[in-house]
Every structure is written in C-alpha cells, then in structure tokens.
C-alpha cells in the first residue's frame, strides 16, 4: 500500500460505531459493509442528549457522532474513520486502494472536495441557515439569506467544475468504488435532501447508480432505519 501503513491490528477484535440517521455515520457504514465487516451499532442521534453523557463525552469530547471503536482505538471523525478501516483490514477485491503516490493524492483531492466545497462551504450553511420547514436550524442560529444563496450558487459552480471527472457508468477511480465515492456520494445525498439539483447528467447517472449498489443499500438500511 502506498499510505505505508502496516496492518497491526487483529481483525477478530469488536468494531462499534455511535449515531445514525445523518450522513456521517453512514460513511463509516458503508466502509463497513464493503470490507464486510461485523460490528455492533449504538443508534444514539444528534441533538437528543445522547452525545453529552459523561460517558460519551468521555469517548468523544465534542458531544458529536460519529464514533468508530475498535478495541481500545477511537475516532471521531467519518473520514479518518474510514481510513482507519481501510488501514487495517484485508481489502476487498470489489474495493480500489490507492497504489501509488499520485493515485492516493487524487483520492485525497476527491475526499478534500467533497468535504470543504460541498460539505463545509454549502451544508454547513444550509443546515445552520436554512429555515427548519427547509431542513435548516435558522431557529437555533439565525436566519442569513444572503449566506443560504451564497452556498446555492457555490454548489452549482462546484458541480459544473468537478461534472467532466465524474463518469456515469463508473466510479470515480474506474469499476471499484473506493473512499473517495464513499465521501462524494454521501456529500451529495445531503445536498439533495436541502433540494439543491444537481445540473449533471453525469453526477446524476453516477449517483444513481451509486444508490443501487448492494453494499450502500445494506448501509443505508443499518444508519436510517
């Protein structure tokens, strides 16, 4: 593996992962499945109380979900906690791992994308912005109109500069999904719960194909339901 990281821990250990129904924890899902991984999950949602027990925070101090455990490791991040499965389980033959230097920097370019431009710059916005009818938290933080336009038309400029390197009938690194599909397609079923459309018939082919893919269906199923 080109990230140089050896595989030191025993893969029979108990994997646990905290929180459900947001799209966070679904990535950590989702990685999960692919690597077929059996693990044990706490079904505790954001904003309920349930991430500010003394016990939670001692796992996680930012009151927040995710939390992957494994063992005695924990990580409270989505994307270091997909890494982190990637790291240190067998890979699947159905799964594309970066080999070389350039390939795992363009991974990480993908999965910098997908978490600053879409998830940063225009989910953050909107779930903070937006009106609660619209999904958004403007009762807890403040309505800001010019800020929720300023994140809908990002979004359109992101998606007609990245649309010419998404393909329709692949994934974005050719036939095997790999971490960075994982963190793109979750970014963009949080943009289309806020109604934003996706003006590309590229991105749309490609999620669409994304969304019927046995490993997301068995991950959305574990995080949504």
Request: net charge positive; hydrophobic share 35%.
């Amino acid at each position: 593996m080109c990230n140089g990281y050896k595989k030191t821990i025993t893969e029979k250990k108990i994997l646990e992962v905290w929180g459900y129904k947001t799209y966070r924890p679904f990535r950590i899902y989702w990685i999960l499945k692919e690597y077929n991984l059996a693990y044990k999950s706490h079904k505790i949602g954001s904003r309920t109380g349930q991430t500010k027990t003394k016990e939670y925070l001692k796992m996680n101090p930012k009151g927040k979900i995710p939390i992957l455990k494994h063992n005695k490791n924990i990580i409270t991040e989505s994307l270091a906690a997909v890494f982190y499965i990637t790291y240190n389980f067998t890979k699947p033959k159905d799964f594309f791992i970066p080999k070389t230097a350039f390939e795992k920097a363009k991974l990480d370019e993908w999965c910098a994308f997908s978490l600053m431009e879409l998830d940063c710059l225009v989910i953050y916005t909107l779930r903070r912005h937006e009106s609660p009818q619209n999904f958004g938290l403007s009762n807890l933080y403040g309505d800001a109109p010019n800020a929720v336009s300023a994140a809908r038309n990002h979004f359109n400029k992101m998606i007609k500069a990245c649309e010419k390197s998404v393909p329709k009938d692949k994934w974005l690194f050719g036939e095997k999904p790999s971490v960075a599909d994982i963190i793109f397609v979750s970014c963009l079923l949080v943009c289309e719960k806020y109604n934003l459309k996706i003006n590309s018939d590229n991105i749309v082919l490609y999620l669409d194909r994304a969304k019927k893919r046995k490993q997301y269906l068995e991950a959305y199923a574990d995080c949504f339901t």
